[in-house]
């Protein structure tokens, strides 16, 4: 059969452009290995690939998720962890009245993560909350990642305990299994390949998985950070970073977001391919192979991307695509 457009993986970016083209009556093939929803895929009450919650301050955008799936809205506060002793997290004022802090917080500034984490809270502070759960989280010392790596975690000078800054937080109400199946009703989807699968297909193509597998690893594999994910007892919260030496670095407990009453605890590994590290430069050799397909998504482009970022990468290339 001919198809307008084939797209290798059934994750949150591959849905989307699939939708997409699919609603302005092209014909689409969805080539999947695993299952719908990649990474997002929550078929049994919970996330099998860590917490996914949507944020974004775009109304158009938060109403076309809507329009997809319902979305409940969302505080996410998680709470911190060091040893024995909980704090409000993100650092915010309260947090601060806790620790009996007097010190001011500044705009991160420095070489690499540790220097800027310092000069933004001051020592007692990254020692506290950042030193270990980073370490943890990358695999090496602070000193040696980049400063910009802690833009992703908010500073509050109020009391304002949310984690996101977005105007809009939330989660599919029946989860992103059902979320992505939907975008994906009107879509031929099937099982395969997609690295093996494309040549029979003389059309526009697009893969989201790892660019590198794509090319067989011929500069070698790119550098991911992963987690696995354990069930343990029960926190009572729905969630709880863990900011000193322990091996896992949070628990995230479901019944606050699906009702489910399961806790996860999350372990950083070499194994995994949950976030791209932004210091491995082979991405650049791969991305400038000549090919007749192109890539997107967090493993396509390897970049960390939030979920609204995503969305908003397919709703791009949808654009270039049908503009071209």
């Known amino acids: 059969m001919k198809y307008d457009i084939v797209i290798g993986g059934a994750g949150l970016f591959g849905a989307t452009l699939a939708a997409l083209f699919s609603k302005i009556g092209k014909k689409v093939l969805v080539i999947e290995r695993d299952e719908i929803g990649g990474m997002c895929a929550d078929p049994d009450g919970y996330s099998k690939h860590g917490v996914h ?137 099937v099982k395969g390949d997609f690295c093996n699968d494309h040549t029979r297909h003389d059309c526009t193509k697009v893969f989201t998985g790892s660019i590198d597998e794509f090319f067989d690893y011929q500069f070698g594999p790119l550098e991911y950070r992963g987690l696995t994910f354990d069930k343990c007892y029960q926190v009572d919260a729905m969630a709880v970073n863990y900011t000193d030496a322990r091996p896992y670095t949070r628990k995230i407990n479901y019944k606050y977001l699906y009702a489910k009453d399961i806790t996860i605890k999350e372990t950083p590994s070499d194994k995994g391919k949950m976030y791209p590290v932004p210091w491995d430069k082979t991405y650049d050799k791969y991305n400038a192979i000549k090919t007749d397909v192109r890539f997107g998504g967090r493993l396509g482009s390897y970049k960390y991307m939030n979920m609204n970022d995503v969305i908003e990468a397919a709703l791009n290339m949808f654009n270039d695509l049908v503009i071209k």
């Open 53 to 189: 919650i949507f944020h974004t301050d775009d109304t158009v955008l938060w109403d076309w998720v809507n329009s997809v799936s319902r979305f409940i809205p969302v505080h996410y506060s998680p709470l911190a962890q060091y040893e024995d002793e909980i704090y409000s997290f993100p650092i915010n004022k309260l947090t601060l009245y806790q620790l009996g802090h007097k010190g001011a917080i500044r705009e991160p500034k420095g070489s690499n993560f540790e220097e800027a984490c310092i000069y933004s809270v001051g020592v007692d502070l990254y020692e506290k909350f950042y030193y270990h759960y980073t370490k943890k989280m990358w695999g090496r010392e602070p000193k040696d990642i980049p400063g910009s790596i802690l833009k992703r975690v908010p500073v509050r000078i109020d009391y304002n305990t949310s984690y996101f800054n977005d105007r809009y937080v939330g989660v599919p109400a029946e989860g992103y299994t059902h979320f992505i199946s939907r975008l994906l009703r009107d879509v031929e989807v």
